[in-house]
């Protein structure tokens, strides 16, 4: 086994004692990119020489004992709609192909400040719209367990390098569900924290009301101890919780004796592939041997879920690109251009892919002077609902489970000339945004050597619960 194949939390503690140095981990994630890069493609700009910079710097830190961050020395990978200062962020577009932001990202931030080690920006859907990061300016990512398949999305590279140990951690963002599908998908731990939890100063607007950046790792101490780094208030973000982060990793080792969890009937009916059901219900079987009560539950409005995360998620789009004009930043369409109006519409046209032109129609046509009150107003008084459910539901369990994906990792391709097909692949995640909760993804085993993800949900701001559960379900699993 290489050291980039470790958990963060061994390789913190191999540094401490003096075992490794960190430039001797930050090589062997760069010799693991060098190996799988041209087969899996997880990332869009690599870092190698500032990677070994910051590694050193790490060693002299560890050296003289001095300001040794919490990930000091360890390889993380940044998704490319975070803003990274002097680093190209492309949220994989054309239009920003060349972007080079002044700042970091307030999460990118938190990371440096505790000595991470950044190799690179991965691969994402376009502007974070797609469940399979095909919808790249800049190519697909192929999933490590069979590079015939997606490895989900939006956050599909940040997954993708976790899983094959070009970053021994990474940062994703979900929407609604970017970080929690492609961890199913790859075989990894993914979390989406409660929104406000994480800044979202320097993260790339998609869908302001949904967006949330969180952490992919192999294991759920890592995903746990990277949470506690990238957490807490942030007065540049005024969506921003302003409540104490409590130390999520004091969360894991209670176990669940005692714990009741709830299983909505509406997330176990027609279209759940039986081979994934069984996986979920083999998890929840030792969960339950272990001492959990799991008891049925029910939210109703989650048939609603889809469409109304479609209405909202793509009005919040269209305002928000609104602002890529080709006239302050980023990419301009050249040529002969009559005037401004035409210069707008060729930049948008030669800038924009497809599926992100098809998200800004439809968001600006539920916003229209004739349809806003009919889709746009009616979807949000439905989010509302969405919400009350879940409220109802966690005032009576713990947490809640569920699958992550209706279905396996799917072909490259396979799905591309159906958006609702691709869009109905969220079906099991787009609530939890709407709702602004957390969850986790943990692996629950695999059908056809294919991975699949066992999603953990709880109330707002109870990451500890949701860690907790996925923690000991994590440990049973390796018994």
């Not at 109703?300 to 302050?328: F, Q």
């Not at 968001?363 to 409220?391: C, H, M, N, P, W």
């Amino acid at each position: 086994m290489e050291l980039c194949d470790l958990s963060a939390t061994e390789l913190l503690n191999m540094m401490r004692r003096g075992e490794v140095t960190s430039v001797d981990v930050t090589r062997s994630a760069l010799k693991r990119i060098e190996e799988k890069e041209k087969t899996i493609r997880a990332f869009i700009t690599l870092t190698p020489e500032l990677a070994l910079e910051l590694a050193a710097e790490a060693d002299q830190r560890w050296q003289h004992q001095e300001k040794v961050g919490r990930l000091n020395g360890v390889p993380v990978a940044i998704k490319d709609v975070l803003c990274t200062k002097g680093i190209r962020t492309t949220c994989a577009s054309r239009i920003l192909s060349n972007y080079n932001p002044p700042y970091n990202a307030t999460a990118v931030q938190r990371l440096l400040d505790e000595g991470a080690v950044i190799v690179g920006k991965t691969n994402m859907d376009e502007f974070a719209m797609g469940s399979s990061t095909e919808n790249s300016a800049f190519g697909p990512t192929r999933n490590p367990v069979d590079p015939e398949r997606v490895p989900g999305g939006s956050s599909g590279g940040s997954a993708a390098a976790v899983a094959t140990g070009e970053a021994v951690l990474a940062v994703g963002t979900d929407t609604g569900g970017s970080i929690r599908q492609p961890a199913a998908f790859c075989g990894v731990v993914g979390m989406k924290p409660t929104y406000g939890r994480v800044s979202r100063y320097g993260l790339i607007a998609y869908a302001s009301s949904l967006d949330q950046a969180g952490p992919f790792a192999r294991t759920v101490e890592d995903c746990a101890l990277l949470l506690n780094i990238i957490s807490g208030h942030d007065p540049k973000d005024s969506t921003s919780a302003s409540l104490p982060v409590p130390d999520y990793i004091q969360a894991l080792g209670k176990g669940v004796k005692g714990l009741k969890i709830g299983l909505p009937k509406e997330y176990f009916i027609k279209g759940l592939d039986e081979a994934v059901r069984e996986k979920v219900m083999d998890a929840v079987g030792l969960l339950a041997r272990e001492g959990a009560d799991v008891v049925d539950i029910s939210l109703p409005h989650t048939p609603y879920a889809i469409s109304t995360y479609y209405l909202i998620a793509t009005a919040e789009a269209s305002s928000n690109l609104a602002r890529y004009d080709g006239v302050k930043y980023g990419y301009r369409a050249d040529g002969d251009i009559e005037d401004t109006i035409h210069m707008y519409e060729e930049t948008r046209y030669a800038g924009f892919g497809k599926e992100v032109k098809r998200r800004i129609m439809l968001g600006t046509y539920v916003l229209s002077a004739g349809y806003y009150e009919a889709y746009y107003l009616k979807a949000q008084k439905v989010r509302t609902l969405i919400k009350e459910d879940f409220d109802r539901a966690l005032e009576t369990v713990d947490c809640i489970i569920t699958p992550v994906s209706p279905c396996l990792p799917f072909r490259i391709g396979e799905k591309l000339g159906d958006p609702l097909q691709m869009y109905l692949v969220d079906v099991y995640t787009v609530s939890l945004n709407l709702a602004g909760l957390p969850a986790i993804s943990v692996p629950c085993g695999d059908v056809d050597s294919l991975p699949v993800g066992l999603q953990i949900i709880g109330k707002a701001f109870d990451e500890q619960m949701v860690l907790q559960v996925a923690y000991a379900y994590e440990q049973l699993r390796k018994g």
